[in-house]
């Protein structure tokens, strides 16, 4: 197994006042050449928005992006018509395809919204935009992964064009779990939300990830109660 490990406090940082973001992965004004991706995984962004404020107008193409609240409201508007609030327990999936415009906002007056933004590079270029959003009340059981992304239209959770699968979870302390890599083509990035755990013998504070390849499972140990951790399994070949 290939591993490579980044540190929360070796992300790329921007304070533009009503938001506050730290990248995982190059982006905007950040740039580190060793830190561009993992696979198909392009973008993860850890966004705070103060209350009232947001992300204008904007287009995309060509991406598969996805929207994970951790905390507070986000207030989704785009060119395809959608006005959607999305909260904390819920998933937003969106296919750029051939070029979508949308906004996003912290839909509360007095409250910050925090949530995690993802892009993943498509399966295919040029598809017909489309959005998807659904809840996630599995979440709250704790102790186990929940798949909250797929491929497949009727799998659990949202799904998108590539070969990903998300898996979320809560765990307590002494919890184990050993995730299985969907295809031998993908890796996982363990992405910790909360808490800290044991992934293959790394130690993962909150906000550590943990990058693994050529593997066909990866073991992880909860070490505090209420640790919450997201898997992102995607494909490896950029080409």
């Known amino acids: 197994m290939k591993t490579v ?3 929360a406090s070796e ?3 921007a304070n533009h006042g009503w938001l506050q973001s730290q990248h995982s992965f190059s982006f905007a004004n ?3 050449s060793e830190k561009m991706n ?3 995984l392009r973008v993860l962004n850890d966004d705070t928005v103060a209350p009232g404020k947001g992300f204008g107008k904007h287009p995309h193409d060509n991406m598969e992006i996805v929207s994970i609240p951790l905390s507070g409201d986000l207030e989704h508007q785009d060119s395809m018509g ?3 609030i999305i909260k904390e327990g819920e998933i937003q999936a969106m296919s750029a395809g051939t070029g979508i415009f949308h906004s996003e906002f912290n839909a509360s007056q007095s409250q910050e919204v925090k949530f995690l933004q993802i892009w993943i590079f498509p399966r295919e270029k040029d598809v017909s935009p489309r959005y998807d959003q659904t809840q996630l009340p599995d979440l709250v059981k704790t102790d186990t992964l929940h798949q909250v992304l797929s491929p497949k239209e009727s799998d659990a959770g949202i799904w998108v064009h590539q070969d990903a699968w998300f898996n979320m979870g809560t765990f307590k302390k002494g919890s184990h779990e050993v995730y ?3 295809r031998p083509q993908n890796g996982a990035y363990l992405f910790v939300i909360d808490g800290s755990f044991e992934v293959s013998g790394q130690q993962l504070n909150k906000r550590d990830a943990l990058g693994c390849w050529e593997t066909d499972t990866v073991s992880l140990k909860s070490l505090e109660n209420g640790s919450r951790i997201l898997i ?3 494909p490896m070949n950029l080409g």
């Open 5 to 7: 490990f980044h540190p």
């Open 11 to 13: 992300r790329g940082s």
């Open 30 to 32: 950040y740039y580190n």
């Open 38 to 40: 993992f696979g198909l």
């Open 82 to 84: 959608n006005k959607t």
């Open 180 to 182: 299985s890599v969907k």
């Open 232 to 234: 992102i399994d995607v």
